[in-house]
C-alpha cells in the first residue's frame, strides 16, 4: 500500500490563516494521489521576498494604493515556499515507481495546462495559474504534492541546498538576464539590489563572460559583497551625483539595467543611465509608479521590460549551467522550517544577508 493510501498518514503545513497573521503548525491528511501527482518530502525550502509580500496580501502601487492579492485569487489559508527541493516518497502512477527515493528541484510555476501559454513553455505566464507556495500548498511543509512528475528537475551534483534557489531567485534572475543577452564587451551592464537576485545576476553574468558590470546599493556590506561576486565598480544611489559616476565609468554604454529593487527611484535611476537603445529588466516588487517624459523612451529607443519568474524550460537550463559554472555559492543561513515565520519578519526588516533557507530535519510520518 502507498503513503497515499494510509488513510492515517499525516504533514504538518507552516501556514497563516490571514495576511500579515502569525503562523501556525497545522496537520493535513496525506490524500490518495491522482494517476500523475508525485508526493515528496520537502527537504529544503528558500525565503523569498514574493514570500513577505504574499504574507503581507499586498503590493504597494504607489500613491498609498495597494494591490490587494485577495482580489487576485489567492486566499488563506496559505503555505508558503516556492524554492523546493525534495525526496520522492510516492507516486500516482506505479510507472514511475523509479522516481522514489531521488532527490528533486520543483518547478513551481504552474499554470492550467491547457492553455496556448502553457502549451508553448509560457506556464509561468498563465493567467489561471497554480503556482506552488502561492495558489497551491507550497514548501513551508513536511510534504508536497506535485502534479505532475515533469515539474521534477534531476539537481544531482549540486549542493541541494543551495539548489533550491534556483527554483525563484534564479531563474527569476536568469530569466531577465536572458531578455538583455547579447551583451557586447565594450557595454556596461548595471545591476541595481545587490540583495540575493543582485548577488546571482553578478554571478551569473560574470559566468557568461561579461565583465563591465556595475553594482548598485544603499548598503556598503552589500556593495563589498557585489565586488567579491564580479562586480568591476559599485555606486551608492544615496549619493547625488550617483547618475553622473555611473556614465562616466560606463562611457555612457549602458546597454541594460537588471533592477532587483523596482521602486520610482531605482526605475528612474535606471532610465537615466540607459544608452540609446538601452534595456532596462524590472524584476524587483518595492511597488511606487513611473513617472518618465514619454518622448525620451522614444527619441532614446529605450526598452522598459517587466520580468516574472520563468519558464519551464529555462530552469531546466539554468540547472544545466549551474552544473557547468560554479555561480551560486552565495552566502547562505540554514534555519529550522519551525523558524519559518521569524524568517519571513527578518527578511522584510532587511535583516539577512544572502538568502535564508529551511531545512526540514523534523520528518516523520507518522
Given amino acids: 500500500m502507498s503513503i497515499s493510501e494510509k488513510n492515517h498518514s499525516q504533514y504538518t503545513r507552516h501556514e497563516f490563516k490571514e495576511f500579515g497573521g502569525e503562523f501556525s503548525a497545522t496537520s493535513y491528511q496525506i490524500p490518495k494521489l491522482q494517476k500523475s501527482e508525485v508526493l515528496i518530502k520537502v527537504n529544503f525550502c528558500g525565503v523569498c521576498h514574493s514570500d513577505v509580500h504574499i504574507h503581507e496580501g499586498y503590493y504597494e502601487l504607489g500613491g498609498g494604493k495597494k494591490l490587494s492579492l485577495l482580489e487576485r485569487g489567492i486566499k488563506p489559508p496559505v503555505t508558503l515556499g516556492h524554492e523546493v527541493v525534495g525526496t520522492v516518497v510516492d507516486v500516482g502512477n506505479e510507472e514511475e515507481s523509479n522516481l522514489i527515493g531521488k532527490q528533486f528541484l520543483v518547478y513551481p510555476w504552474i499554470g492550467c495546462g491547457e492553455c496556448v501559454d502553457c502549451l508553448n513553455d509560457k506556464e509561468n505566464l498563465c493567467i489561471t495559474p497554480a503556482s ?28 541541494a541546498a543551495h539548489a533550491s534557489m534556483l527554483a525563484c531567485s534564479g531563474l527569476t534572475t536568469y530569466s531577465a538576464i536572458n531578455k538583455i543577452m547579447p551583451v557586447i564587451n565594450e557595454d ?37 559583497l557585489a565586488v567579491l561576486s564580479g562586480a568591476k565598480e559599485t555606486f551608492d544611489p544615496a549619493d547625488s551625483e550617483a547618475i553622473d559616476k555611473i556614465l562616466f565609468a560606463s562611457d555612457n554604454r549602458c546597454a541594460a539595467v ?5 521602486n520610482d527611484q531605482t526605475v528612474s535611476l535606471g532610465l537615466n543611465v540607459l544608452k540609446k537603445g538601452g534595456e532596462i529588466v524590472i524584476v524587483g516588487l518595492h511597488g511606487g509608479e513611473l513617472k518618465y517624459p514619454i518622448p525620451v523612451i522614444i527619441t532614446k ?9 520563468g519558464s519551464l ?31 519571513i519578519y527578518d527578511l522584510a526588516q532587511g535583516n539577512v544577508k544572502g538568502r535564508i533557507i529551511l531545512e526540514n530535519n523534523q520528518y516523520q510520518l507518522r
Avoid: H, W
Avoid at 506552488?132 to 551534483?157: C, H, M, Q, T, V
Avoid at 545591476?191 to 553574468?205: E, N, P, T
Avoid at 537588471?258 to 523596482?262: A, I, N, R, S, Y
Fill in 188 to 224: 556596461s551592464v548595471v545591476v541595481i539590489g545587490c540583495g540575493g537576485l543582485g548577488q546571482l545576476a553578478i554571478r551569473i553574468l560574470s559566468s557568461m563572460g561579461i565583465e563591465n558590470i556595475k553594482a548598485v546599493d544603499i548598503s556598503e556590506d552589500k556593495r563589498e
Fill in 258 to 262: 537588471l533592477d532587483f529593487v523596482g
Fill in 301 to 309: 529607443a529605450i526598452s522598459i521590460i517587466g520580468s516574472y519568474t
Fill in 313 to 343: 524550460g529555462e530552469l531546466n537550463e539554468l540547472v544545466t549551467f549551474a552544473k557547468q559554472n560554479n555561480f551560486f555559492n552565495i552566502p547562505i543561513e540554514m534555519r529550522n522550517l519551525e523558524e519559518a515565520e521569524r524568517s
Fill in 132 to 159: 506552488i507556495g502561492i495558489f497551491k500548498p507550497g514548501g513551508y511543509a513536511e510534504n508536497l504534492i506535485i502534479p505532475n512528475s515533469r515539474y521534477l528537475i534531476d539537481i544531482e551534483g549540486l549542493d
